[in-house]
């Protein structure tokens, strides 16, 4: 009871600790004894403990080049005059690398939905890997999110080798006024405890072709192309139906007149020939 003692200092101080998947961590813990007699040691639960190195009132812990196996729970154990205190720390390994692929590869207007894709992550919780769909800096309003879709990597993995997978989200797009579209990007982001991590990848647009503009738009040019020909080509009927009915009922003046043959009006010259008188 004359002991001055003090709890396990342990640094990080968190109780889950995220390591990314190949880099290396320390755990350090610390215990404090008036008569500097403290013995402190890092156990490992069901996982493989990794390199530790303890002397006196202390114990460190390293993990290096983590692999998924090396997550799960280490405890700190450490004794004073009798007394003994634990503390438990849950390292988590994490895959998060800047690969963020789109579906199309460039957008269209038009085009119904958009995929992003994230590759070799892990975890893929949908608590701890999220996607968004940004115009600028804000999520597109509209856009409707279809749910992630999870496989394994192609890439077979060989022995001892970590399996990765690659997540897909897709969104339904709503309907632009503009032809041209905005400029749209796709965020991957991974929450761990103590951690956050974004990765975002441009939606690159198409400039519209004369082959690529919306239906609406060609509806609406046809449209006012009939009307802006619809008055003269009025007109031109009108007056043709006019000239029509001229030919046919000629004046009263001329109806009288004998009806002469078109070449009577050419003889006498070289193109009909000589006179019969």
């Known amino acids: 009871q004359s002991l001055q003692v003090k709890p396990l200092q342990v640094e990080p101080p968190e109780p889950v600790v995220a390591v990314a998947l190949g880099a290396s961590r320390q755990l350090t813990c610390r215990l404090d004894c008036a008569d500097g007699g403290a013995t402190v040691q890092w156990r490992g639960l069901d996982t493989s403990l990794g390199a530790v190195q303890s002397d006196a009132g202390r114990s460190v812990l390293t993990v290096r080049n983590a692999s998924l196996s090396a997550a799960g729970t280490r405890v700190c154990v450490g004794s004073c ?13 994490y895959a998060f690398p800047d690969q963020l692929t789109i579906s199309p590869a460039a957008l269209v207007p038009g085009d119904p939905e958009v995929a992003c894709t994230a590759h ?41 080798e970590d399996v990765l997978f690659r997540v897909t989200e897709r969104w339904r797009l709503p309907t632009l006024a503009t032809p041209v579209l905005p400029a749209l990007y796709c965020q991957a982001t991974m929450r761990l405890p103590g951690l956050e991590l974004s990765h975002r990848q441009a939606i690159p647009a198409s400039k519209p072709t004369g082959d690529q503009l919306p239906a609406a738009l060609w509806t609406s040019s046809a449209v006012l192309g009939l009307l802006l020909l619809a008055l003269p080509t009025y007109h031109l009927w009108k007056r043709c139906r006019h000239l029509a009915e001229d030919g046919a009922h000629p004046p ?6 004998p009806q002469v043959p078109t070449w009577a009006g050419l003889r006498g010259t070289d193109q009909v020939g000589s006179s019969p008188f």
């Open 120 to 160: 070799k992550v892990t975890p893929v919780d949908p608590n701890a890997l999220s996607f968004s769909l940004l115009l600028g800096d804000q999520e597109l309003e509209g856009a409707q999110a279809l749910g992630p879709e999870v496989e394994e990597e192609e890439e077979e993995p060989q022995e001892e």
């Open 81 to 93: 005059g009798g007394r003994t205190f634990q503390h438990t720390v849950r390292l988590l390994v």
């Open 252 to 257: 009263a003046s001329l109806r009288l007149l």
